[in-house]
């Protein structure tokens, strides 16, 4: 581990002008920091600002802090009510003491677990640019299918980001010259493309402060995660669902997919497919041949394409039922 | 540690050789009534609050810490190790090599040599070649990762199935490579049914809590005195001393607690000669914890198998052949492999035999014990080959098993010291529902889930090892039993404190364990699930001795006293023990193995049920239940022996679904380095398991006439499962672990 500075900020505006990496719960981050793959200078110690509320928001939203614990979010009554698909995504990941520590925000910046990433030795684009990328070619049963580029085949790890995903949540940030943001989470991620080392659009040091969640939609909330041990393990196909059915068909669709690319992945041809139609065998097989129609494995992850097919049915079987 | 017996030269010993059964044992007509009981671990609440001191943690004057490097590719011969940047990080102390000195390959357990040495060669990716030593751990951390280690690369040997046709016979060590008997390919040819089918399983990693970790402090008088998580304290002595090339006697371990060790700690790792190398350099102690991922590169891994078991049967199912071949790995120089077909040996009658073991050289780290070396995998193979045949024949699993049951070993020809294999199955299907079971597969479909029932058997040779131990009665009426045994996490200190209890006659918290210290009389160290019967043995004739010392300060006949709370009673009298032992007594106690070994095939028995539910969508399986049922000679802690089987009850699960330890094609280098990604089951994996044991003594094994047991339960486990996979989908995945891959394209609509 290299050495570094820490500061603790007791405002948002301390924090964004500090000039270092953010640490909440540090989940990820001081593992990284421990292997070297992450060498920040500064850390900015942000867990003792007051983001840490849901709030209801007039138009039935929800105002999420950036620093309301994945346990606190999980449980919340609300959440567990009319965001079904968040509560169980949230539960769905990690093990219980890591949620109690894990953050909102730092949840949705959680890096990947790509084996290569982790260990230095390793080429890896993402981790030190320019040095290759030893999963392809390499053992990458756990990659992505889907938007990967010969740069990086990396997949987002997360659940939590995959149903807000599915819920057009909105992070809410604020830059160091005060300036504040709302970014649409489907405009929030990036593809690895050229860069994979950058994996989001947020600026040298914006924070994260709040996601908020539009209304709840109407319809049913599913989350569905496929993976190696029954707990504490990553997604190796996960499915995140809202549909809505009208008059036997469906009336709108909202599908977020997690382990299958660097970012949760939503493809509006899918629900195009699906919107309008009465559940059919044949409806669900459009829509999973839409997903995976730029579908391409590895290797060790081939299986991912015809999991991810069974999955997305299965799925949407049970959300039109 | 006891003056006494050292003071007066040989101290007074009991030693015993099993050539002969035993079956008098005074654990049967102990009064103290401790014996066998669920109790507790002594030393639990040590280990709850933290008070249980582990290797790294020993305080120390004056300490530094180590960082170990390890060399970044899989093959070569390095030229250089370039530290001018990690010796300017503040703090660092040195950057210290010592190419001939460290080991390249830890070492077997029980070796009494030092390991492969010399790291300028790299045969390995992942192989320690030098320590960074600084004033603060942080510090060394940061050096070792500013350390580079300039390298001449060779092309190595990566891929398993690229090798796998060169593979050799190794040489005959205590395990031979190659038995048969009668002609196997003939009775294949002639055999009504037969199943011939390969089965395939990956490296696996022990993955015990604890790393392995050191802290070296060389002593005034050139003695070492290093603290570590060793499981054989005196075979590591000597392997350390060794490497380092000082006499035997300069290098003392003490291994006091050790978080798990599972056999890889076993033999010697990098960390410990690092440290002493580094402690000696520097003049001062010197502290090493392997990180995780390092455990994982340069430790020990058990071989991946590719294993053929071709089984003929007449009509009626009775076996006429079996023959168990095995591909195991290792690196270029070591010899040890995995023994997958050592519990075919035994574990069913027929005429026409062949278990065979080969070597496949590859360029992965060290491959060595791991928990039920041979049977853990080795049962994977048999005993799901046993279940196809059974569906060929169409007979119940448990009915083939019982129709090929030996009446004699059916390699050697000589009796079994005690078999309760059928017994095991019985009580299991009775306990388990067994006859609830559908005989065709996928015909329990319950929602999204396929539900399946199967059951394999366990076998596991037991063993008894060279062991010694002192016992030393104190005028307070304590008792205080020294032996360098460890306790690994198994109940060692728990078990030995009752043998002694009961023997003479003590309350529990009146006998005082102390283990893991090299000063200490040797004992067999724990493996082989051999500690408990050899370890135990050793304190049960020192103990055996001071009561027939007891007796004649009684001026009795030891068999007319009754020894119970402290209390010695004989003739209408009633005597503290305290007021029987003068300053003290101590004694000596030796137990060795002998006749009864070769008379008497020893082994310890069991039948494994398991449900499982199969997801129709995913493949992903969940083990809803299982059941052992075990008879292992006497159970001396129903509790902590329990613990052992769910233990290993575990491990099969991990076995037959999760845990793969994957390495590099291209460059051999361990891929799954931590425990995120190297699967072991976690909490939400294991379900409900049950454990049985049935009443058994074992009169030839030792005179506690207990079996090993920490190996036992993971014999056959994985199976069970595997089994009742098949059962509940009738896709057959041969390739371990079962992931929900491999069961996709099979799984009925």
């Known amino acids: ?321 | 540690m006891s003056l006494i017996g050292t003071l007066l030269g040989r101290e007074e010993t009991r030693s015993l050789t099993m050539d002969q059964p035993r079956p008098h044992s005074l654990l049967d007509q102990g009064t103290q009534g401790v014996i066998g009981r669920p109790l507790d671990r002594i030393e639990g609440p040590l280990k709850v609050s933290g008070q249980a001191t582990y290797a790294a943690e020993y305080p120390t004057d004056n300490l530094a810490y180590g960082v170990l490097v390890r060399a970044p590719f899989g093959s070569g011969t390095i030229r250089d190790v370039v530290a001018d940047a990690a010796r300017s990080v503040p703090g660092v102390i040195d950057v210290v090599t010592d190419y001939p000195t460290f080991i390249r390959n830890p070492q077997q357990g029980g070796e009494m040599k030092a390991p492969t040495q010399g790291v300028e060669k790299v045969d390995y990716h992942g192989e320690i070649v030098a320590i960074v030593v600084a004033d603060t751990f942080e510090a060394a951390r940061e050096g070792a990762a500013l350390v580079h280690v300039d390298a001449q690369p060779a092309n190595g040997a990566y891929v398993f199935a690229a090798h796998r046709d060169q593979a050799e016979t190794p040489p005959p060590d205590q395990i031979p490579p190659t038995t048969s008997q009668g002609d196997v390919d003939a009775a294949m040819a002639a055999a009504a049914v037969t199943v011939d089918a390969t089965y395939t399983t990956p490296s696996q990693t022990s993955a015990a809590m604890e790393p392995h970790a050191s802290i070296a402090h060389w002593q005034d008088d050139g003695t070492l005195v290093l603290h570590g998580s060793y499981q054989m304290v005196a075979s590591d002595q000597s392997q350390l001393a060794g490497a380092l090339g000082v006499a035997k006697d300069k290098v003392r371990i003490i291994s006091r607690y050790v978080g798990g060790g599972f056999g890889s700690k076993l033999g010697i790792a990098p960390e410990s000669v690092a440290a002493a190398v580094a402690a000696k350099k520097l003049g001062r102690p010197v502290k090493v914890a392997m990180a995780r991922q390092q455990v994982f590169d340069a430790t020990v891994r058990r071989s991946n198998t590719e294993q053929r078991i071709r089984l003929g049967a007449g009509p009626d199912g009775r076996l006429t052949a079996i023959a168990h071949e095995t591909l195991a790995t290792n690196l270029p120089g070591e010899d040890f492999f995995e023994p997958a077909g050592i519990g075919t040996h035994f574990a069913y009658a027929a005429d026409n035999r062949l278990v065979d073991h080969k070597l496949v050289r590859l360029n992965w780290l060290l491959a060595g014990s791991m928990r039920a070396p041979g049977e853990a995998v080795g049962m994977l193979a048999l005993e799901a080959a046993m279940d196809e045949l059974a569906e060929k024949l169409n007979l119940d699993p448990i009915e083939l098993r019982r129709r090929n049951e030996p009446d004699q070993d059916p390699e050697k020809q000589v009796p079994f010291s005690s078999r309760q294999l059928v017994p095991c199955m019985e009580k299991g299907a009775e306990l388990f529902g067994w006859s609830d079971r559908h005989a065709a597969p996928a015909s329990d479909r319950r929602g999204e889930w396929w539900h399946g029932i199967g059951m394999a058997a366990a076998v596991r040779s037991n063993m008894l090892q060279k062991s010694s131990a002192r016992v030393e009665l104190t005028p307070e009426g304590r008792a205080i039993v020294a032996t360098d045994m460890t306790d690994i996490g198994t109940g060692s200190y728990t078990i030995l404190a009752q043998i002694a209890a009961e023997t003479l006659g003590l309350p529990l918290d009146r006998v005082e364990v102390q283990l893991g210290d090299g000063a200490a009389p040797p004992s067999a160290g724990s493996g082989g699930s051999w500690g408990a019967g050899s370890a135990g043995s050793s304190v049960y004739l020192a103990c055996e001795l001071l009561r027939e010392k007891l007796a004649r300060a009684m001026d009795t006949a030891p068999e007319s006293m009754t020894l119970k709370d402290g209390r010695a009673i004989a003739d209408n009298r009633a005597v503290e023990i305290g007021e029987l032992v003068g300053d003290g007594l101590s004694a000596l106690g030796e137990i060795a193995p002998g006749k009864q070994e070769k008379s008497f095939n020893q082994a310890s028995y069991g039948a494994h049920f398991a449900e499982v539910k199969v997801n129709a969508v995913t493949g992903e399986v969940r083990v809803e239940r299982m059941l052992g049922v075990f008879a292992a000679g006497r159970i001396l802690n129903q509790k902590t022996a329990r613990s052992q089987c769910l233990g290993g009850m575990t491990f099969g699960i991990g076995a037959a679904l999760t845990e793969e330890l994957v390495h590099d094609p291209r460059n051999g280098k361990v891929v799954n380095r931590d425990l995120g990604e190297y699967h072991v089951p976690v909490n939400a994996d294991v379900p409900q398991i049950d454990v049985h044991f049935l009443d058994e003594r074992d009169i030839h094994a030792n005179p506690i006439h207990a079996k090993g047991i920490g190996e036992l339960g993971i014999s056959g486990a994985g199976a069970a499962i595997a089994n009742a996979i098949y059962n509940a989908t009738g896709v057959r995945v041969r390739d371990y672990p079962i992931t929900c891959d491999k069961l996709l394209e099979g799984l009925p609509g």
């Open chain 1, 1 to 321: 581990m290299k050495t570094f500075d820490y500061a603790r900020a007791d405002s948002i505006a301390d924090a964004v002008a500090a000039g270092g990496r953010f640490i909440a719960g540090g989940t990820n981050l001081l593992d990284l920091m421990k292997l070297q793959v992450e060498t920040p200078d500064k850390l900015v110690d942000i867990s003792r600002l007051d983001l840490n509320r849901i709030e209801e928001r007039a138009d039935g939203g929800l105002t999420i802090g950036a620093l309301v614990p994945n346990s606190d979010l999980a449980a919340d009554p609300r959440v567990i009510a009319k965001y079904e698909v968040l509560s169980r995504a949230l539960l769905a990941g990690a093990s219980g003491q890591l949620r109690n520590k894990a953050t909102t925000g730092g949840n949705l910046l959680q890096r990947t677990r790509c084996y290569y990433f982790y260990d230095t030795a390793a080429g890896c684009n993402k981790r030190a640019p320019g040095s290759g990328c030893e999963a392809i070619g390499g053992f990458n049963r756990i990659h992505a299918i889907l938007g990967t580029s010969d740069q990086c085949i990396a997949t987002h790890p997360g659940d939590m980001p995959v149903a807000m995903r599915a819920l057009d949540a909105v992070i809410v940030t604020q830059a160091p010259g005060g300036d504040k943001r709302r970014i649409a989470i489907g405009d929030f991620y990036r593809l690895p493309g050229d860069t994979p080392e950058v994996e989001n659009v947020l600026q040298p040091g914006e924070l994260i402060t709040h996601v908020e969640l539009p209304a709840p939609p109407a319809g049913r909330q599913l989350y569905r995660k496929v993976r190696d041990r029954a707990s504490y393990a990553f997604a190796l196909v996960s499915v995140a669902g809202v549909v809505a059915m009208e008059d036997g068909k469906i009336a709108s669709a909202a599908l977020a997919f997690g382990g299958l690319a660097h970012m949760p992945w939503r493809d509006p041809a899918v629900e195009a497919v699906l919107v309008g139609q009465a559940p059919s065998d044949a409806a669900f097989a459009a829509a999973a041949d839409a997903l995976l129609a730029g579908a391409k494995g590895f290797g060790t992850n081939d299986f991912k394409i015809p999991l991810a097919r069974r999955v997305l049915t299965a799925c949407l079987k049970e959300l039109t039922r």
